[in-house]
């Protein structure tokens, strides 16, 4: 009971919600056949083995028994099992867990290249795309493989030798482990749930719901009315919330003519979308016309869509019935179905902190309040409101003004790389000689940019790496009829960083289970580096002045601390919900309207002259992406620390390939590996503080 206090006191949550999943699951109902066979198993292999098995074995046979199902068998199997399968001499592991790696790296290796075979068509830009492509394209040949082990008792073989580990076990003992102590807690790590076909599928469920809700939340921007009678926006546009709704509000700030009153107009709708007070007739319906200020609605004067209106078209300003709340408190309700099945995680706030960054939550929020509440946050502020020549008002905290124009103007840039790449190969041939730019050894460009094959995306591009190192990584980019502009490089960039990433980590690092980085954010750190250096890799000479550098890390500051305090948001509605299990969608709504003004008071309200802001969570993630948000803030963090890094040795490629080798070992391991200090804020502060000293 001692694991569970600490995991309920790490997370704020009551003690009894805790233990009563725990109780309810199968991790702790043992029935007695079970007890009886491990104490006979106990004895008959402690002396077989010697005593020095003994602690091995007893932890090995309780995770078998804590994943063991009816369905597996009674004693007698389980007996059998246990003596044919206990590696009981370090010989008979060693083998164990090389087999292990091997049929791994088999396994997922070849399912990821049929993926890529199947998805071929969907992916890039070679023809026709037709329905039965789509449908080959979803189709994962591995969905059943972790069920098909558990079913074959393979899963059970790593739970009987190799142990699993609490992340609290991870980071404090984890810096004494040798390379293979963590490779073995990451062999077990594969197997660290099992949780029932059905219970995946409600959870897939309440996702793709959810997803389906945010993808048909448009707003029919020329049908919103302001008090005067103006549309203030043109006609057809149409505005995804939040992502469009918010980047619309960016764009205005190139707009004198009008662009504050659409930006006020937009901050309205967020408000309502938020509060619920939306009509819901005005939802993805352009035939009606709506005051967002009055929030009057009537029948469009204007059609500007493909569709006729429909002739019986009644009106209601009826709100919408906190449907945003219902959906997202349906996400919560189907991750807790999984709670019981996961023993070393058993909330999704223990799962996305614990296993999948793998950094405590009280570290996360400490690092997002320490943005938040830096007083670096009103000076920029300050910048801002001496470049608008007006008082901020909320909607600034999504102000993207902090720009100087570099030495090469964009159409010189899409030139270049035109003539450059006029396709995919001609990048590809290129990418060694990019490699040397940024510092890599010649050798090691060569053997590099032989693993990376690039093809041309049908969407905006992406970069999929190998499942096992005989393939190659793939580096999907989207060329024009004319060759590559220089915003398609500019992503190529990015993309690259993360093919290069990919087979370092794969390829040259120890032990297959080890291979990839920490977390996503850490790719998207080395993704980074390459994006912010492609005039590098371009060959030509960074920004001379460094003014268009310093705006850029004000820039990612002042992004920090806007997606901090979103992040918080999220973080405390699913603190809510787990402490209110049992709320309505209308509670919750309630609750989330006071965190978010909670979070904007603590934070902001000082620096904008307004109190009780709650446009913040109208952030759509919230709603359908099970707490992810964090890791967009823990990325621009952990990107500056790799970035800062490589700055001060001076050398890109060589600092790169030694940090990526490092696998996956725990974060804060990982980042003491590479730069000397864990995972934290004070990179992304520092580097602010030297760019507003040279603004200044
Ligand atoms: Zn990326």
Redesign the pocket.
């Known amino acids: 009971m001692k694991g569970l206090a600490s995991i309920s006191g790490l997370l704020g949550i009551s003690f009894v919600i805790l233990a009563a999943a725990m109780i309810s699951g199968s991790a702790l109902s043992k029935p007695d056949w079970m007890k009886a066979s491990i104490s006979k198993l106990e004895k008959e292999l402690t002396e077989k083995y010697g005593t020095g098995q003994r602690a091995r074995l007893i932890k090995g046979m309780d995770q078998v028994a804590g994943f063991w199902r009816e369905e597996d068998g009674g004693a007698e199997v389980l007996e059998v099992f246990v003596r044919n399968n206990f590696a009981g001499d370090e010989k008979a592991l060693d083998n164990l867990f090389n087999r292990w790696e091997f049929m791994l790296e088999s396994i997922y290796g070849h399912m990821s290249e049929i993926r890529m075979a199947l998805g071929r068509q969907a992916d890039l830009d070679i023809g026709t795309l037709y329905q039965f492509d789509r449908v080959t394209a979803s189709y994962s040949p591995s969905a059943h493989v972790a069920d098909d082990f558990f079913k074959n008792k393979l899963a059970f073989t790593v739970l009987l030798n190799f142990p699993l580990t609490t992340l609290e076990e991870r980071l404090t003992e984890g810096k004494n482990w040798t390379r293979r102590q963590w490779a073995d807690a990451r062999l077990a790590q594969w197997f660290v749930r099992r949780v029932p076909s059905e219970v995946n599928l409600e959870v897939a469920r309440a996702s793709a719901a959810s997803d389906q809700y945010i993808a048909d939340y448009n707003i029919w921007m020329h049908h919103l009315v302001d008090d005067a009678g103006n549309r203030l926006f043109p006609p057809k546009m149409r505005l995804l919330s939040h992502w469009n709704l918010r980047d619309q509000i960016k764009a205005d700030y190139g707009n004198s003519e009008g662009g504050l009153e659409r930006q006020r107009m937009i901050q309205k709708v967020m408000e309502r979308i938020v509060d619920q007070t939306i009509p819901e007739i005005v939802v993805n319906n352009p035939h009606v016309d709506w005051n967002p200020y009055t929030n009057e609605v009537w029948p469009a004067k204007v059609n500007d869509s493909d569709t006729e209106p429909p002739a019986d078209i009644k009106v209601a300003a009826d709100r919408e019935p906190d449907t945003r709340y219902k959906i997202w408190f349906d996400t919560f309700e189907a991750s807790t179905l999984v709670d019981e099945y996961s023993p070393t995680a058993p909330t999704l706030i223990a799962r996305r902190f614990n296993e999948g960054r793998e950094i405590p939550e009280e570290q996360v929020e400490a690092m997002l309040v320490q943005v938040c509440s830096s007083p670096l946050v009103k000076e920029i502020a300050a910048m801002a409101k001496k470049n608008l020549g007006r008082d901020l008002e909320p909607f600034d905290i999504w102000y993207n003004g902090f720009r100087s124009t570099g030495k090469y103007s964009e159409p010189e840039l899409d030139k270049i790389t035109r003539e450059k790449y006029p396709t995919a190969r001609d990048f590809e041939k290129d990418i060694e000689r990019m490699l040397v730019a940024l510092d890599f050894p010649k050798d090691r460009a060569k053997y590099l940019s032989g693993k990376i094959v690039v093809e041309p995306a049908r969407g905006s591009g992406h970069?999929a790496g190998a499942g096992m190192c005989s393939a190659p990584a793939r580096l999907r980019t989207r060329i024009g009829a004319e060759g590559m502009d220089y915003k398609g490089f500019n992503i190529a960039a990015?993309?690259l960083g993360?093919n290069v990433e990919q087979v370092l980590s794969l390829c040259d690092v120890d032990y297959y289970v080890l291979q990839g980085v920490p977390n996503t954010a850490f790719?998207?750190a080395f993704?980074y580096v390459f994006q912010g250096n492609d005039l590098m890799l371009l060959g030509l000479e960074k920004d001379s002045g460094g003014r268009a550098e310093s705006m850029s890390i004000v820039n990612e500051f002042w992004m920090t601390a806007e997606i901090g305090a979103v992040s918080l948001i999220d973080m405390k509605a699913w603190h809510w919900m787990y402490e209110n299990p049992d709320a309505t969608p209308e509670e919750f709504r309630k609750a989330v309207i006071e965190i978010s003004k909670e979070v904007w008071n603590a934070y902001f309200s000082d620096i904008f002259g307004k109190k009780d802001v709650t446009i913040l969570a109208v952030y759509s993630h919230m709603v359908h992406s099970f707490l992810y948000l964090p890791d967009y803030a823990i990325g621009h963090m952990i990107a500056f620390q790799v970035k800062e890094q490589m700055r001060e040795a001076g050398n890109i490629g060589v600092e790169f390939e030694r940090m990526a080798v490092a696998g996956r070992i725990a974060p804060d391991l990982w980042m003491k590996n590479a730069t000397g200090k864990p995972v934290s804020a004070d990179a992304l502060m520092e580097a602010t503080e030297r760019a507003l000293k040279e603004l200044d």
Do not use: K, L, Q
Request: glycine share 0%.
């Open positions: 970069a990015h993309e993360h790719t998207e993704a």
